[in-house]
Nanobody, 124 residues
């Protein structure tokens, strides 16, 4: 059973940066698709950034060029570097993992393992 622990949320002003971390136990990050979802206030959870076992990264259009998903296999940790943040990025961010090495459809129901959410608030 994979367990994910998320850290790194917080409050920043527009244009600021944050880095989220997701430490995995009970399974290796290198062998599976892992990624980040977010849930803005009053809205559904949406996929943000994902990386598969071949290190192929996928981003939702609104974060391309600003967010970077990486992982440290030695630390069994997934990261999300978020730059040039805007108020539209305000949300609770979740780390998630699949059992499979490929990401496929980036739907919440395809990810059986979830970390706790962390709040990211961007003020104007």
């Amino acid at each position: 059973q994979v367990q994910l622990v998320v850290s790194g949320g917080g409050s920043v002003q527009t244009g600021g940066s944050l880095r989220l971390s997701c430490v995995a136990s009970g399974g290796t990050v290198s062998s599976r698709c892992m990624g980040w979802f977010r849930q803005p206030p009053g809205r559904e959870r949406e996929g943000v950034a994902f990386i598969d076992a071949r290190d192929t990264a996928t981003y939702t259009a609104s974060v391309k060029g600003r967010f970077t998903v990486t992982r440290d296999n030695a630390q069994n940790t997934l990261y999300l570097q978020m730059n040039s943040l805007t108020p539209e990025d305000t949300a609770v961010y979740f780390c998630a993992a699949r059992s499979e090495s490929v990401c496929g459809q980036l739907l919440t129901r395809n990810f059986p393992y979830w970390g706790q959410g962390t709040q990211v608030t961007v003020s104007s």
